[in-house]
């Protein structure tokens, strides 16, 4: 079983800057992309910035330029910057790990509030 611990998050001015942090533990391949995605009161969860475990960014348009996102497939986290923060940003953030191979994980943790104040 694939546990997802993230931290990080919290109350921030337009503008600011968050870091999140998601640690991965079980078993699971490595070859893997980890990443975030967010959700807000009535959409649908979207992503935010995922990374494969060659090293692969890919990142939503809305965050391009702003965050940054980056992991470390020995200890199994990923991390992501935010700066330039804006109130639409506001949302739970999650942590996902998906593994392309059978037996497939598509793993989510608990989620983190972030909150952007204008």
């Known amino acids: 079983q694939v546990r997802l611990v993230e931290s990080g998050g919290g109350f921030v001015q337009a503008g600011g800057e968050l870091r999140l942090s998601c640690v991965a533990s079980?078993?699971?391949?490595?070859?893997?992309?980890m990443g975030w995605y967010r959700q807000t009161p009535g959409k649908q969860r979207e992503l935010v910035a995922t990374i494969t475990s060659s090293g692969n960014p890919t990142y939503a348009d809305s965050v391009k330029g702003r965050f940054a996102i980056s992991g470390d497939s020995i200890r199994n986290t990923v991390d992501l910057q935010m700066n330039g923060l804006k109130p639409e940003d506001t949302g739970v953030y999650f942590c996902?790990?998906?593994?392309?191979?059978?037996?497939?994980?598509?793993?989510w943790g608990q989620g983190t509030q972030v909150t952007v104040s204008s």
């Open positions: 079980g078993r699971f391949s490595s070859t893997n992309t």
């Open positions: 996902n790990l998906k593994t392309p191979f059978f037996p497939f994980i598509d793993s």
